[in-house]
C-alpha cells in the first residue's frame, strides 16, 4: 500500500494563528520529507527526516516547525506566516534517505491571509 | 553542477494522439536514477518510475513508455493513445549526490493538456 495520507487538505490562516499540518505513512519508510510547491514550479525541499531525526533544514525560517513524534507521522507547526507562504504543502516517504523513490501525500493547499 | 530541463512548457494534443514529453538532464555522477512524477490538477505527485542509470532498457507500461538513451543524456516519456484523464503537469528527476543531500534536481515541468 503506497500511500501517504496528509491532513487537513486545505487551511487558510491569519498571520497571528498557529496551525499543525499531519502526515502519515504506513508503508515502513524511514525518511520523510516537507516540500513546499508554489503554482507552476517544482517541488522545494524543506525539510528531511531519517530515522526520526531531523536530517536536513533547508534555510527554512523559523515560523516553519517540523516534529517527527514516530516513524510513521510527521508534523509541520506552522507559526506567524506571511502571505507568501501560500502554497501547496507536501509530504513524502521513502525506504531510506538516498537516492530512493519518494511516494507523496496529496497535499495541503495552504492559504495565508 | 546537475541539472534537470523540460524544454516543454506546455503541450496540447486531441485525445487518441501519441505525445512524447522530453527530459534532458545532465550529472557527473555514473550511478544516478531518474524519475518521472505525474501531478494532476488535485496536487497529489504520483510516482511513474525510477530508472537506474546502468539500465538503458526501455521500458514499457500500458499506454506509457520511457526511453532512456545515456549517450544524449535523455530520458524521454511517451503516451500512446492519450486520454482526457491524462492531462496533467508531468516532472521529470534526477537523484541527487551525497554532497547535494540526495535532493531531487527537478525539471520545470511540462503541463499536458488532452483535449476530447
Known sequence: DTEVTQTPKHL?????????????QHMGH??????????????????????????????????????????SLLNLHLHALQPEDSALYLCASSQGWGQETQYFGPGTRLLVL | AQKVTQA?????????????LDCVYETRDTTYYLFWYKQPPSGELVF????????????????????FQ?????????????????????????????????QLIWGAGTKLIIKP
Open chain 2, 70 to 102: 545515456k549517450s544524449t543524456s535523455s530520458f524521454n516519456f511517451t503516451i500512446t493513445a492519450s486520454q482526457v484523464v491524462d492531462s496533467a503537469v508531468y516532472f521529470c528527476a534526477l537523484s541527487g549526490t551525497m554532497d547535494s543531500n540526495y
Open chain 2, 48 to 67: 511513474l518510475i525510477r530508472r537506474n542509470s546502468f539500465d538503458e532498457q526501455n521500458e514499457i507500461s500500458g499506454r506509457y513508455s520511457w526511453n
Open chain 2, 8 to 20: 516543454q512548457t506546455e503541450i496540447s494534443v486531441v485525445e487518441k494522439e501519441d505525445v512524447t
Open chain 1, 12 to 24: 487558510v490562516m491569519g498571520m497571528t494563528n498557529k496551525k499543525s499540518l499531519k502526515c502519515e
Open chain 1, 30 to 71: 524511514r525518511a520523510m520529507y516537507w516540500y513546499k510547491q508554489k503554482a507552476k514550479k517544482p517541488p522545494e525541499l524543506m525539510f528531511v527526516y531519517s530515522y526520526e531525526k531531523l536530517s536536513i533544514n533547508e534555510s527554512v525560517p523559523s515560523r516553519f516547525s517540523p516534529e517527527c513524534p514516530n516513524s
